[in-house]
């Protein structure tokens, strides 16, 4: 008890200034808030690498990082097609070494177009939503991903260690409960709902309520199948963290699994709504 006591003292102090560093990528330039996405996708990217080199040491290690380094660039000066065309160049460049180098097998390849893909895409998606034209949609949805991830999993974590007593994916996360998962995303729904209402009386920006609705229904569901498959992941690499940044939380990834992959829901969904505001 003492020890989960002092684990979550930890996890509180180091979340203090990831939460003011937050606050000054949304109101900064956007220069800034770009910025600070680009350098996470990076760390996170390494992280990944690192940890499939422990499974698969003669994988292509350099491609998935050069594809993470180009592709928010790409999309700064081109746009999401040419972000789709270099995703595209990449497998296919994997299947090429696959064929020809006999050092490369078929396991090779599914964990080398998996590296490719996770996490940088969600990363992506998350540069999207910084790219948004309008100052208050573009802050606004960069809190809705951060938010909801962060109350779900809070949520899911306090009243999982008090309630919990059936096992969610023992295989995957023998410390996740039902319990604690049902109260995450009731948690995530909750506090989302609230996080529009707030934000739109104190900024006046004008949002139809029932995308609170349909994103407070999908989000936290999400948030909790992103730290499900950052779970899945370390157990197949073997590893408790993907790294050791943030002490109390882990790496880089591991603080932000939930809420990056719950960004290309939201980009998705407000492209629909809110095509024109993109670059």
Known sequence: ???????????????????????????????????????????????????ANRKIPHMNHHLPFILTAVVSPIYLFFGWKYVVLTYGIGVFWMITEAIFNKRRDMNTLMLGIF?????????????????????????????????????????????????????????????????????????????????????????????NPIHFIIMGAVLPAAAEVGDLVASMVKRYFGIKDFGNMFPGHGGVLDRFDSSSFICPMIYLYFTLVYGSLII
């Open 1 to 51: 008890m003492a020890e989960k006591k002092s684990s979550l003292i930890i996890r509180s102090l180091v979340a203090i200034p990831l939460i003011l560093l937050l606050v000054m990528a949304l109101f900064f330039p956007n220069w800034f808030l770009r910025g600070i996405i680009y350098v996470v996708s990076l760390f996170s990217q390494y992280e990944i690498i690192r940890a």
């Open 115 to 207: 590296t490719l893909i996770y996490p940088s895409i969600f990363f992506t998606a998350m540069f999207g939503l910084a790219m948004f034209r309008d100052v208050q949609l573009r802050v606004l949805l960069i809190l809705i991903a951060v938010v909801t991830a962060v109350a779900t999993d809070t949520f899911a974590y306090f009243f999982g260690t008090a309630f919990g007593k059936h096992k969610l994916i023992p295989r995957i996360s023998p410390n996740k409960s039902v319990e604690g998962a049902v109260a995450g995303y009731i948690g995530g729904y909750a506090v989302l709902i609230l996080l529009g209402y707030i934000y739109s009386s104190a900024t006046g920006f004008e949002i």
